[in-house]
């Protein structure tokens, strides 16, 4: 019969630092382009991180004025995850000359 396993002494501290790390938020950031409708933008928010209608205007509007806007704050792997879904999405089929879908980056949040 094998004699039992002796685990070697260990020294364990009683006061070990728990905290949970928090990762670095990331902002999603839809770009501006002159290919794609309102009511793309505001589909595309709704179903891709389901802003209501009038959230989704509201960005929409921003994205023509500014160029940019942002969609959603979270953390870097999600937003590169919702970059590449926006990026997936497909052109506008109320606009003829539009090709392909919006452009987005994921940059870290100040």
């Known amino acids: 019969m094998p004699s039992p396993a002796v685990l070697p002494d260990v020294d364990v501290d009683v006061q070990e630092d728990y ?10 950031i839809l770009l501006n382009d002159d290919d794609h409708s309102y009511a793309y933008v505001i589909l595309m928010l709704k179903e891709l991180f389901g ?3 009038e959230k989704g205007y509201e960005m929409a509007k921003e994205v023509d004025e500014s160029g940019r806007a942002i969609v959603l ?14 990026h997936a ?4 089929p109320d606009i003829e000359r539009c090709k ?5 980056v994921a940059e870290p949040a100040e």
């Open 51 to 53: 802003h209501p209608f």
């Open 89 to 92: 999405y497909g052109p506008d």
């Open 19 to 28: 905290r949970v790390k928090r990762q670095p938020p990331y902002h999603v």
């Open 73 to 86: 704050t979270t953390t870097r792997e999600h937003a590169e995850l919702k970059v590449e879904q926006i």
């Open 100 to 104: 392909g879908s919006m452009s987005a």
